[in-house]
T-cell receptor, first 115, second 111 residues
C-alpha cells in the first residue's frame, strides 16, 4: 500500500552544520512531493516542493533531492540555525480527481539545533 | 499563515456536547480541508470542500460534519464530542493542486 515515512524520528545537529532529513515513499504514481516545517504550537508551513520529473530543487538554504529509483526523498538544510528547530515532514501528492485531493503525509522528524 | 485563521484556538469541552470549529480564509481559494493531528498518526484528513456547499469525507470522518456556506468559511462540527476526538485540528487551503497552506490549529480537549 501507499505510505510516506521517515528514516529517523529525531535528528540533533550543531548550529552551522548541514542537516539532512530523509523520507521514503512507496507509491510511484505521484505528481510531486512537498516538505513542511512545523514549529511547536503552530501549523505546518510549506517549505519547498519538487515535481516527479525533477531530481533536485533548491530554495533558500534548502535543497530537495528526489531519487525515484529507490523511492527516496531528502531535505537538506545548509548552515542550520536554531530557528530551524522544528518537526519536518514530507507529503506525497497523488493527484486531484474531481473534488478529492490525495495528499499523504509522513509522521515527521524532529530536528533539534544545538547552539 | 497564508491568510487563514482558526477559532477558537483552544477549547475544553465535555463528552457528549456539540462543538463547532471555524476556519476562515482571505485567499479566495476554492479548496479547503480539515485535518486532525495526533501523535503517531501524523495529519489525517477529516473532510474537505471543493466549493461552496460542495463537501466530501476524508479518511477519518466518523463523528464529524462540515458546512461551507461561503467561500471564506469552512466549519467543522463534532456532533457529540468523545474523548477520542481530543486532538489538534488544522484547517488548510489550496489554490494550486497539492500545495496546501495550513492555519494555526485548534487544540481541542474532550473531558
Amino acid at each position: 500500500g501507499e505510505s510516506v515515512g521517515l528514516h529517523l524520528p529525531t535528528l540533533s545537529v550543531q548550529e552551522g552544520d548541514n542537516s539532512i532529513i530523509n523520507c521514503a515513499y512507496s507509491n510511484s504514481a505521484s505528481d510531486y512531493f512537498i516538505w513542511y516545517k512545523q514549529e511547536s504550537g503552530k501549523g505546518p508551513q510549506f517549505i519547498i516542493d519538487i515535481r516527479s520529473n525533477m531530481d533536485k530543487r533548491q530554495g533558500q538554504r534548502v535543497t530537495v533531492l528526489l531519487n525515484k529509483t529507490v523511492k527516496h526523498l531528502s531535505l537538506q538544510i545548509a548552515a542550520t540555525q536554531p530557528g530551524d528547530s522544528a518537526v519536518y515532514f514530507c507529503a506525497e501528492f497523488l493527484g486531484r480527481q474531481g473534488g478529492s485531493e490525495k495528499l499523504v503525509f509522513g509522521k515527521g522528524t524532529k530536528l533539534t539545533v544545538n547552539p | 499563515d497564508a491568510g487563514i485563521t482558526q477559532s477558537p484556538r483552544h477549547k475544553v469541552t465535555e463528552t457528549g456536547t456539540p462543538v463547532t470549529l471555524r476556519c476562515h480564509q482571505t485567499e479566495n481559494h476554492r479548496y479547503m480541508y480539515w485535518y486532525r493531528q495526533d501523535p503517531g498518526h501524523g495529519l489525517r484528513l477529516i473532510h474537505y470542500s471543493y466549493g461552496v456547499k460542495d463537501t466530501d469525507k476524508g479518511e477519518v470522518s466518523d463523528g464529524y460534519s462540515v458546512s461551507r456556506s461561503k467561500t471564506e468559511d469552512f466549519l467543522l462540527t463534532l456532533e457529540s464530542a468523545t474523548s477520542s476526538q481530543t486532538s489538534v485540528y488544522f484547517c488548510a487551503i489550496s489554490g494550486f493542486p497539492g500545495e496546501q497552506y495550513f492555519g494555526p490549529g485548534t487544540r481541542l480537549t474532550v473531558t
